[in-house]
């Protein structure tokens, strides 16, 4: 059974939310502060994290630095917050969502649905790995490997190359990289993806100005390249 882990201070809340995604078949863990829920995260493994900003003990931000830098558990963060800079900062951190308060119960259900659907599966198989030749995506540790040397990207980096490597060849408007990779639906930050494309080209091409694994789709957005691909 799928396993979500739900860290929010205000009981009422997560026990709200606890009710919600059991009926929607899914096994639900709750922490009420922010170092219990670390602590569950490290030990139980949860499939997806539902993480409140803000949480006694330890701010839901430094939570999600710290999971993103061990692990590549998909993170959907709620808060109260709804300022461009604190979205910015939440994505920075490694959130694959960001709901604001209040919210609908059954909207967390769907967003948790469709992050667990983005977070590496294929039908009913999870990709764990893909490789393009030298380039090696390796979901489980979020790390991104050519010719075995560990290339370091961002969070943000990382959800682009892998949404893009799952579907090569297909073209992805800016917007719905904002979506699919940064898990948000806002409009203000679709001006973002070229600057994060530059990065990690630079990081993964041997010629950024010529790149063979992301394509530029003029008047579109971005493609990863047709490459011959390997799946584990």
């Known amino acids: 059974m799928t396993k979500i882990l739900v860290v929010e201070d205000d009981i009422k809340t997560a026990n709200l939310l606890r009710m919600y995604l059991q009926q929607a078949g899914y096994e639900v863990m709750v922490a009420y502060d922010g170092h219990g829920g670390l602590n569950i995260a490290r030990d139980k493994l949860p499939d997806l994290v539902v993480l409140d900003l803000m949480l006694p003990r330890m701010d839901g931000l430094d939570i999600c630095r710290a999971l993103r830098m061990e692990t590549g558990t998909p993170i959907i963060i709620l808060t109260a917050r709804s300022t461009e800079e604190e979205v910015l900062r939440g994505l920075d951190s490694g959130a694959d969502d960001y709901i604001t308060k209040p919210f609908s119960p059954r ?11 983005r977070a590496g599966k294929l ?72 600057a994060h494309v530059m990065n990690l080209r630079k990081k993964i091409e041997r010629d950024h100005t010529n790149p063979i694994y992301v394509e530029t789709v003029y008047g579109v957005g971005y493609r990863f390249a047709e490459l011959r691909k390997h799946a584990v």
């Open 107 to 117: 909207e967390v259900v769907a967003r948790v649905r469709t992050v667990l659907r």
């Open 123 to 194: 039908g009913d198989k999870t990709i764990k790995e893909l490789r393009f030749g030298d380039l090696l995506i390796n979901m489980v540790k979020h790390e991104v490997t050519i010719n075995g040397e560990i290339i370091h990207l961002t969070p943000k980096e990382f959800k682009l190359l892998e949404t893009m490597a799952k579907e090569p060849g297909r073209a992805f408007s800016r917007l719905e990289l904002v979506e699919r990779a940064f898990g948000y639906d806002y409009e203000g930050l679709e001006r973002t993806v070229d």
